[in-house]
């Protein structure tokens, strides 16, 4: 089973980590930030490509297997960077774990209950949620050495859990929103204090996007967000790489 094979990955990870000095390396540079912000978006697009945001059906029903769904996102990988999904690094094999672990979760129905009384979409693994559980197992299956947020202004927020620290605010606020940024750009910087490197993509609203957060079902699930409109920004990935 895939979360058999993600726990001995653990193990075998823990055992290297030991061996090289995994908890004291040095933080993580911005092609890794990149890296793991192109993984969650392939995954991101599996999710909506293949269906699997209905909870109250089983993707297998469809057809769909786990394998598949691990191959597209390895496609998807391709079809954004013109390059192969090489899981060569730390970084790159915690984020597979994190992501084949959500999908089994759909897959295994434990996410069925999750969502099924909320308020809006209920019985739906949105993209928002799905970038939350993602960021969670892989904070979990690095041992906090990597995070990942999905999020964007307060206004247009659906849950505060995803609300944006100071950082993430500055870099949308003064980089992201503004006409002079260059569009998709991200922005990487060391914080020695914090001990920690950060990167930060921008996000922009597509079709998908305004089916939830344009219009009058926008207005409904943010009434205080600014009615949005195709391309515009609409909030950022952020990557958190510790020492």
């Known amino acids: 089973m895939v979360s058999s094979n993600i726990a001995k990955s653990l193990l075998e990870m823990s055992l290297i980590a030991g061996l090289l000095g995994f908890s004291s390396a040095s933080f993580g540079d911005e092609e890794t930030g990149k890296t793991l912000t192109i993984m969650f978006r392939a995954a991101r697009s599996v999710l909506l490509d293949k269906k699997i945001v209905d909870l109250n059906k089983n993707p297998k029903s469809v057809g769909l297997e786990m394998a598949e769904a691990q191959k597209s996102l390895e496609k998807k ?73 999905v999020t964007t202004f307060e206004d247009c927020l659906v849950n505060p859990d995803n609300k944006p620290d ?40 597509d079709a998908s996007c305004l089916n939830c957060h344009g219009g009058d079902p926008g207005k409904i699930i943010h009434p205080n967000c600014p009615n949005k409109e195709l391309g515009e920004f609409a909030g950022a990935i952020s990557i958190v790489m510790k020492e």
């Not at 999750?114 to 693994?125: Q, S």
């Open 77 to 149: 990988y391709l079809s954004l960077t013109g390059r192969k999904l090489e899981i060569d690094t730390d970084a790159a094999r915690v984020m597979k774990m994190a992501i084949d672990q959500v999908f089994e979760n759909a897959f295994t129905g434990k996410y069925r209950d999750k969502w099924a009384t909320t308020k809006h979409y209920p019985g739906k693994l949105l993209p928002a949620r799905f970038a939350r559980e993602v960021g969670q197992k892989l904070k979990e299956f690095s041992g906090g050495k990597y995070e990942l947020h």
């Open 166 to 205: 100071s950082w993430e605010k500055i870099q949308m606020s003064k980089k992201f929103a503004t006409k002079s940024w260059e569009r998709g750009k991200g922005f990487y910087q060391t914080l020695a204090k914090e001990n920690e490197a950060r990167y930060i993509n921008p996000e922009y609203y």
